[in-house]
């Protein structure tokens, strides 16, 4: 995909683009709390595995309850809701830049099913995995 030097700029353009945006959306308006930037770099390094609430709050120190209520409080957002839309925005990356299948990025991004992975999607992204990657391009 990469064989000129301007699509390898456009690339480079790009990443640091949706890095920023990355950061602005972990910022969201007030500086985020230690406990959010922490969870927010977990989930961006298991993109590939299940992330269970529980595992989570363990990796934390911390109770289910405790951490899922804390997160929300913190955030304003339930966990879920960041982690499938993390998931999203990583989907919404890859449909982009790379020829992998819908199926194979929902497998990657630890959905246990491409149904799941594209009702998610569109829940998230407001259309079809297929329908981001061609108007993507």
Known sequence: LLYTQ????????NM?????????????GVQPSKLAIEVANYVQHHFSEPIRTDELAKTFYLS????????????GETLTHFILREKTEEAKRLLRYTDKSAAA????????????????FRQYAGQTPMEYRESAV
């Open 6 to 13: 301007s699509a390898i700029v456009n690339l480079q353009y």
């Open 16 to 28: 640091v683009l949706e890095y920023t945006e990355q950061i602005e959306r972990i910022r969201r």
């Open 64 to 75: 289910r309850t405790h951490f899922s209520a804390r997160f929300k409080k913190e955030t």
């Open 105 to 120: 990025i929902g497998a990657y991004l630890g959905f246990s099913s491409q149904g799941h992975f594209s009702r998610v």
